[in-house]
């Protein structure tokens, strides 16, 4: 459930208020009683964090490449394409 912040314009109290978004806005300020308490518009609090939410982290790479290769696998690959170069 999003947190929701209110103001009163007659008593000046600010608050926020845990609610549901289906939960219509409160109208009547809890300090003073009155019917100037107000939603504000505030930013949201959330972070995306990880790799996959920005279009960089896949750009021009097939699925296939976006796991890393193992420094085993990448040193057994270097020595056999060394090997058939030679030959």
């Not at 409160?26 to 920005?54: D, H, M, T």
Request: with cysteine.
């Amino acid at each position: 459930m999003p947190i929701y912040e209110y103001v009163c314009r007659s008593c000046g109290l600010e608050k926020e208020h845990l609610q549901k978004m289906s939960d219509s806005p409160i109208e009547n300020c809890p300090e003073c009683g009155s019917g100037e308490y107000v939603k504000q518009i505030s930013a949201a609090g959330f972070q995306l964090k990880g790799s996959g939410w920005y279009v960089t982290d896949f750009k021009n790479k097939p699925a296939s490449e976006t796991k890393t290769k193992s420094k085993s696998e990448t040193k057994s690959e270097s020595t056999v394409s060394s090997a058939t170069t030679t030959e």
